[in-house]
């Protein structure tokens, strides 16, 4: 069983949104569809795993190993999240649908990830507070970066009731820019990611979205090597080949 | 005619103090969250605003602007508008609050149960001044003096703690001596074992994600066949006995793992934070504040003698500064000075520097201590209760104003808010000042040892995998 793990191919998302959107307890409906009771603050990244089926219904239909990187959303711990960013395949946007604020932060989440996954270890780069769709395509071109896929997720959907007057929800102006897939759950009901809900459908295709991109990329450059190993000055670039030698 | 350019300039200076605690409240402390309630928006600066006029209406005193009757009119409008909201109005809501956060609590029930905690409030409110000889008994029940010294006594104990704390904590933080040494290899090493221990993590929860897949699809497969069902539970048993302990003794292993990841992730923490400090303290700030932290540590540890021999000496009656800086001035040194006009400036300067400090500091530590606690669900509270303790702070710090001012200063403070006994309040200011700043001290020196003494084991420590 052991030897069949190791041999499947895997994708790492990262989960990311303010403090207390519900970030755990949608990656723990969406890995094991039941509802998470004892929810706590998440200290550093919680990981959990979910096997998905790539190109479900087809004949070239293989099982993949979706890894959903849940980062911990507290301010005090700002400067050491950035470890966890590098190498990350697609990006999960939580935001809370009672609380406004919480999805006009989405785009400092979007610009730390983008910074700091090409920067590696630089700690000065000042972070941007607000971009625009242009500077979102931008950063691709200037970091040389391939173009995450991007989800957006809106929780709490059924206290939306009681604080807003009108009855539909507004999409948040971010999954627009970024050509992104956005859906609304309630974290607390077991049906909302329910297999052949709309919800859970989106879903799917985003994550075959994800994989189709990490493949595409595999073939790049960086090889899909973490930031440490890029760091680390046993590992020197090869530049006929372009890819990481050890060495010494 | 006067009395219209009075309340003019009052009216408008209190409405600048209100538009800013409201810029300041909206832009800085409310910044993660959307406000859904209006009340708790606007009871923040009003709190903000009334304790700002207090200050001003004491430095109009000083200065002598406004004409006395109106300024003592001033006073009292402004001391029973915090009163009410202090203790009618912000208690009433925080129970409000509090109450419906609780999730058991139905829609009707809401509103009784906080009008009966509001009342359990009330009673607290009231004991709390019995053990303190506060005040001579002459006073009825319904006297502003009962209130006023209620609400002084909490104030100045929070004033107390907090000037405790920030008088070891500043010089703390701001001395390189204190300051461990943090190497860029020390944090990668950090960083390393980290995702090491989460690679462990992701795989073996991978094997646990096939092992179930596996058990449910056998699961079903076991339904739709057509083998006997003996043979069916047979096969069940033998094959996911094997596969079911080791699923148990997994999933305790990624519990271990993962727990150890939350340690190692708030230790990288702790290292980045270090490292941050250091090249604060390498920048030109940084500099300048390591060497005033010099003299802040000797100005605390004189504080704290001092405090020291006030409570032991029972020492009262202390003369306020400027008094004494003219005195020493004048006798010892043999100035010749105008003492009456030299005083006024002086203590204007004085009493200003320090309405300004506290203010500035006061805010600052709040907005950490919001960012630091609030939640999205317990915001609403938070704000109330700083909006309280603000109240109370600025309320007792007025009352503690008082022997920083000149004799012929002091007697509109006491007219306001009555015959209190003062000297009560500085005592009790000593004596807790003293016991947080030693509590800090000891709190400081334990962590501190601790980081130590785990910087020396961290270099024994490898993973076994």
């Known amino acids: 069983m052991a030897n069949h793990a190791n041999a499947m191919n895997k994708v790492k998302i990262l989960v990311v949104g303010d403090s207390g959107v519900g970030k755990s307890s949608l990656v723990h409906l969406i890995c094991h569809g039941q509802c998470l009771s004892n929810s706590s603050w998440t200290i550093g990244c919680s990981v959990e795993v979910r096997v998905h089926e790539y190109r479900e219904g087809t004949p070239s239909q293989r099982p993949y190993f979706v890894e959903l990187w849940d980062v911990g959303g507290s301010n005090s711990h700002k400067n050491a999240r950035h470890v966890f960013y590098n190498p990350v395949h697609g990006i999960i946007l939580v935001h809370d649908l009672t609380n406004r604020k919480s999805q006009q932060n989405l785009r400092r989440w979007l610009s730390e990830i983008l910074l700091r996954e090409g920067g590696g270890t630089k700690s000065r780069i000042p972070l941007v507070d607000d971009f625009d769709a242009e500077q979102f395509g931008g950063f691709s071109q200037v970091y040389g970066m391939k173009k995450l896929p991007v989800f957006v997720v809106g929780t709490k959907q059924e206290q939306v009731a009681e604080f807003r007057t009108s009855g539909r929800v507004r999409s948040s102006s971010i999954a627009d820019e970024c050509a992104a897939d956005e859906i609304t759950v309630n974290t607390l009901d077991q049906r909302s990611l329910a297999p052949g809900s709309s919800n859970a459908v989106r879903l799917s295709r985003f994550f075959d979205k994800v994989i189709e991109r990490q493949q595409t990329t595999t073939s790049r450059t960086d090889g899909g090597f973490s930031y440490l190993e890029r760091e680390n000055p046993m590992f020197r670039r090869n530049k006929a080949t372009s890819s990481f030698v050890v060495t010494g | ?465």
């Not at chain 2, 449910?216 to 079911?244: F, N």
């Not at chain 2, 008094?323 to 004048?330: C, Y």
């Not at chain 2, 203590?347 to 600052?364: A, M, P, Q």
């Not at chain 2, 109370?392 to 000149?406: A, E, T």
């Open chain 2, 1 to 465: 005619m006067g009395i219209l350019i009075d309340s003019a300039i009052m009216t408008g200076s209190m409405l600048i103090f209100f538009i800013g605690g409201w810029m300041w409240f909206v832009k800085k402390i409310f910044r993660d969250y959307e406000v859904h309630n209006t009340l708790v928006q606007l009871f923040f600066p009003m709190i903000f605003m009334l304790s700002c006029a207090m200050f001003e209406l004491i430095i109009f005193e000083i200065a002598a602007v406004l004409e006395s009757g109106s300024r003592y009119l001033y006073w009292q409008v402004v001391l029973y508008s915090m009163l009410i909201m202090l203790i009618l109005v912000i208690p009433f809501y925080l129970c409000h609050f509090a109450v419906s956060n609780i999730r058991m609590v139905s829609r009707e029930w809401v509103n009784l149960l906080s009008v009966l905690t509001w009342g359990v409030f009330m009673v607290c409110f009231w004991k709390i001044g019995d053990p303190f000889p506060i005040l001579s008994t002459q006073h009825g029940i319904l006297s502003i003096e009962q209130s006023i010294s209620r609400i002084g006594v909490i104030g100045v104990t929070v004033m107390a703690a907090l000037s405790g704390f920030g008088a070891v904590n500043y010089p703390y933080t701001s001395m390189n001596i204190f300051m461990r040494p943090v190497t860029k290899h020390d944090i990668q090493a950090q960083e390393r074992r980290l995702l090491q221990t989460i690679d462990v993590i992701v795989n073996k929860k991978k094997r646990i994600a096939l092992a179930e897949k596996e058990r449910i699809t056998s699961k079903v497969g076991d339904e739709s066949g057509s083998r006997s069902r003996i043979w069916g539970l047979l096969r069940s048993v033998t094959a996911s006995s094997p596969q079911g302990e080791s699923l148990s003794t997994l999933k305790q292993e990624v519990a271990a793992l993962e727990e150890l990841s939350r340690q190692l992730f708030l230790e990288s923490v702790e290292l980045q934070n270090q490292r941050e400090r250091l090249e604060w303290a390498s920048t030109f700030q940084g500099r300048f504040f390591n060497f005033m932290g010099y003299f802040f540590s000797l100005y605390c540890s004189w504080k704290i003698f001092i405090s020291l021999v006030n409570i032991v000496f029972d020492r009262v009656g202390r003369k306020d500064p400027v008094t004494k800086g003219m005195e020493i001035a004048v006798h010892w040194l043999g100035f010749d000075i105008d003492v009456q006009f030299w005083s006024q400036h002086i203590s204007f300067f004085l009493v200003g520097c320090i309405i300004l400090t506290s203010i500035r500091g006061f805010i600052l530590t709040l907005t950490r201590f919001f960012y630091a606690v609030s939640s999205s669900k317990s915001s609403n509270i938070i704000v109330l209760v700083l909006a309280q303790l603000m109240g109370m702070y600025f309320v007792s710090m007025v009352m503690l104003m008082r022997m920083n001012m000149p004799l012929e200063y002091r007697t509109i403070i006491t007219q306001v808010l009555g015959d209190l006994q003062f000297h009560f309040y500085h005592r009790w200011f000593d004596v807790i000042f003293l016991v947080s700043a030693l509590t800090t001290m000891g709190i400081l020196y334990l962590a501190h040892k601790q980081v130590n003494t785990s910087d020396k084991t961290e270099s024994f420590y490898e993973p076994k995998w």
